[in-house]
C-alpha cells in the first residue's frame, strides 16, 4: 500500500500517543476515543482514513481484511516504533508539513498578522516572537519558540527513522 497523497489517518483510542505526532507532522489526524470497532471502521471510510490500532481483533473485521479500510496493526507501545512503522508500511516520505495541524483539535492553522495576537498571548512572547498562526476550529495560538524549536528537533530525528 503506497500513499501518492498525504494520507488521513483515524486513531484508535489504545495508541493515543501518536495523534500528537502525526498531527506535529502536519497529517489530519482523528482520534477515537472511545466506542465501538465499527464506528472506528465507519469513520475511516467516511474519509478515506488509515486505521492505526493496537487491537489484533480488528484485523480480522472484514473491511479491514478485503483492504476496503487501510490499516496498520502497530506492533510496538512505543510511539516512535510506531511511527518507523507506520512509514514502512505505508511508503511514506519524511516530507513533513510540521505545524500546519493544531495538535489539540486537528484544525488546519493559518497565519495570522502579529498585531492581531496582542492581547491574547503572553506579553513576553508578544514582544519577542513574529511568526504566529491560529486555529480556525479552537481559536488556540501558536508561535515559533522554545517548545517548537525542540519539537523541530524530534521532528529532524523522526525523519531519519523514517528513511532508515
Ligand atoms: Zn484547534
Given at each position: 500500500m503506497v500513499q501518492t497523497e498525504a494520507p488521513k489517518f483515524v486513531v484508535d483510542a489504545n495508541a493515543g500517543k501518536l495523534v500528537g505526532w502525526l498531527r506535529l507532522m502536519g497529517y489530519d489526524t482523528r482520534f477515537f476515543?472511545?466506542?465501538p470497532d465499527r464506528e472506528l471502521i465507519r469513520t475511516a471510510l467516511e474519509d478515506r482514513r488509515i486505521l492505526l490500532t493496537r487491537?489484533?481483533?480488528?484485523?480480522?473485521r472484514k473491511l479491514v481484511k478485503n483492504g476496503t479500510v487501510g490499516t496498520v496493526i502497530l506492533t510496538s507501545d512505543a510511539a516512535e516504533e510506531q511511527i518507523k512503522q507506520v512509514f514502512a508500511e505505508l511508503g511514506l516520505k519524511p516530507d513533513f508539513a510540521p505545524?500546519?495541524?493544531?495538535?489539540?483539535?486537528n484544525g488546519k492553522l493559518e497565519p495570522v498578522e502579529a498585531a492581531t495576537v496582542k492581547g491574547l498571548v503572553p506579553p513576553y512572547v508578544f514582544k519577542t516572537r513574529s511568526i504566529f498562526s491560529r486555529c480556525p476550529d479552537c481559536e488556540r495560538i501558536y508561535w515559533q519558540g522554545t517548545h517548537w524549536e525542540a519539537m523541530n528537533a524530534r521532528l529532524r530525528q523522526w525523519s531519519r527513522l523514517a528513511e532508515k
Amino acid at each position: 500500500m503506497v500513499q501518492t497523497e498525504a494520507p488521513k489517518f483515524v486513531v484508535d483510542a489504545n495508541a493515543g500517543k501518536l495523534v500528537g505526532w502525526l498531527r506535529l507532522m502536519g497529517y489530519d489526524t482523528r482520534f477515537f476515543s472511545a466506542g465501538p470497532d465499527r464506528e472506528l471502521i465507519r469513520t475511516a471510510l467516511e474519509d478515506r482514513r488509515i486505521l492505526l490500532t493496537r487491537d489484533t481483533l480488528l484485523a480480522e473485521r472484514k473491511l479491514v481484511k478485503n483492504g476496503t479500510v487501510g490499516t496498520v496493526i502497530l506492533t510496538s507501545d512505543a510511539a516512535e516504533e510506531q511511527i518507523k512503522q507506520v512509514f514502512a508500511e505505508l511508503g511514506l516520505k519524511p516530507d513533513f508539513a510540521p505545524f500546519s495541524r493544531c495538535l489539540a483539535c486537528n484544525g488546519k492553522l493559518e497565519p495570522v498578522e502579529a498585531a492581531t495576537v496582542k492581547g491574547l498571548v503572553p506579553p513576553y512572547v508578544f514582544k519577542t516572537r513574529s511568526i504566529f498562526s491560529r486555529c480556525p476550529d479552537c481559536e488556540r495560538i501558536y508561535w515559533q519558540g522554545t517548545h517548537w524549536e525542540a519539537m523541530n528537533a524530534r521532528l529532524r530525528q523522526w525523519s531519519r527513522l523514517a528513511e532508515k
